[in-house]
Structure formats: C-alpha cells, structure tokens
C-alpha cells in the first residue's frame, strides 16, 4: 500500500503563510503522509498528490493571488481530490478564541472546488515585512507573531485522519 501524498501550496507576501504550510506538513508527516509545501506559483501540476491543502494569506480583505490563481487553473483536478483551505492574516488572538468565516471569495472557492473545509489562522507581521502598509502597521504597533502552533498541528491531524491514517497517540 503506498503512502498517501499531500501537497501543502501557498501564497504569501512576507512569509507567515509559507510558515503556517511548513507547520502542517511537519504534523502531516509525523502520521505517516508523504507532505510537502511549495508556493502555489511554483505548482504547474497536482498530479501524483492524492490531497491538497491551500492556503492563502489574507490583505484588505482579499486572498493572495497566487493562492487564487492556483485555485482556479487546478479547478478541475482539485475537485476530484480531497481539498482544504486556510487563510492567514488576523494579527490578533481572535482566529484561536473563534471561527473566523472565509473571505467572500475564500467562500466562492471552497463551494467551487468542494473544499472539505475552510479555516483561519493568526497571521505574522514583523519588522522585515514587505510594503508600505505592512511597515506601517509593525511601525504602529500592530505586528507580531499570532500563528498558533498547536491549533495548526491539530487541524492538521484532522486533515490525515481524514485521509485514513493512523495518528499516533501521545498516552501510553
């Protein structure tokens, strides 16, 4: 029996969300999936994946293009497969104390490909990040790390149990 494939795709800007991919395919691997990130941009075939796991980071609003685009010229492919969507962005705890429903167009995209599920994660800003209104925003104290880790990892292993495998238990 050959072990199931799971690409973790992205679209980021200062890289919260290429680091969110990361922490789900670490935690993808720890149950025995094959898994590995690349940026959505980089991915001209999902063939030979059995699953998929996109994620875009979110400003004003709006999903990172490269997540979208991805989306829209797998369409076909991804809506014979598993998908599941996250998004990255809130630089709050508000992600880990409720559900945050998908942008309008996160929405559309879920319904177009038949996403098993959409959810949201806290984002990162620091002081390296890219743009005007990025620096802005570290400058006027809204920066900071709010990716939860262990959230992360624990969607994650719902993502493989799903797909049928085993997670291993942390009790003896």
């Keep these: 029996m050959s072990t199931t494939s799971v690409l973790v795709a992205y679209g980021t800007k200062n890289g919260s969300t290429a680091g969110i991919a990361e922490m789900i395919v670490s935690a993808l691997r720890a149950d025995g999936l094959t898994a590995e990130a690349r940026p959505a941009a980089d991915v001209p075939s999902i063939e030979g994946y059995d699953a998929v796991v996109l994620g875009g980071a979110l400003y004003a609003g709006r999903w990172n293009r490269d997540a979208r685009t991805f989306a829209r010229r797998h369409a076909d492919a991804l809506r014979n497969r598993p998908v599941w969507l996250f998004s990255s962005g809130p630089l709050d705890d508000s992600a880990d104390r409720r559900e945050i429903r998908p942008v309008a167009q996160v929405a559309k995209l879920s319904d177009r490909l038949g996403a098993v599920e959409h959810v949201t994660f806290g984002g990162r800003l620091t002081e390296d990040a ?19 880790p262990g959230r992360i990892a624990d969607w994650s292993h719902t993502i493989a149990k799903h797909l049928g495998t085993v997670v291993p238990s942390t009790t003896d």
């Design 130 to 148: 890219k743009g005007f209104m990025a620096k802005a925003m570290v400058r006027g104290g809204k920066g900071g790390d709010f990716r939860n």
